[in-house]
């Protein structure tokens, strides 16, 4: 049974766009902060952005200002909104809780911006 299921990563130019969604069981996602996570080749897993139930968000300073984080409490649904992509921000993209416990990872999603 997938408990985390992200989605929308792609190739993408410099500058642009993507709108990344993670479908989440109700067990992980009900009642606790969320948070996306990304993971770039050789380099550990960091936080990017989180969001409490009560709407509370939390951005990395890389992507201050240029990503959002929303969440859907009805539909168990976390969306990250990322505009003006840098080529740095080139990794697999993860949610999970940001709590001070994680449930398995799902697969993740690969984000490629290239210039």
């Known amino acids: 049974q997938v408990q985390l299921a992200e989605s929308g990563g792609e190739l993408v130019w410099t500058g642009g766009s993507l709108r990344l969604s993670c479908a989440a069981s109700?067990?992980?996602?009900?009642?606790?902060?969320m948070g996306w996570y990304r993971q770039a080749p050789g380099l550990q897993r960091e936080l990017v952005a989180s969001?409490?139930?009560?709407?509370?968000?939390y951005y990395h300073s890389s992507v201050r200002g240029r990503f959002t984080i929303s969440r859907d409490d009805a539909k168990n649904m976390l969306y990250l909104q990322m505009s003006s992509l840098k080529f740095e921000d080139t990794a697999v993209y993860y949610c999970?809780?940001?709590?001070?416990?994680?449930?398995?990872w799902g697969r993740g999603t690969q984000v490629t911006v290239s210039s």
């Open positions: 999970n809780t940001a709590e001070d416990w994680i449930a398995d």
């Open positions: 109700s067990s992980i996602f009900s009642g606790n902060a």
């Open positions: 969001i409490t139930t009560r709407g509370t968000t």
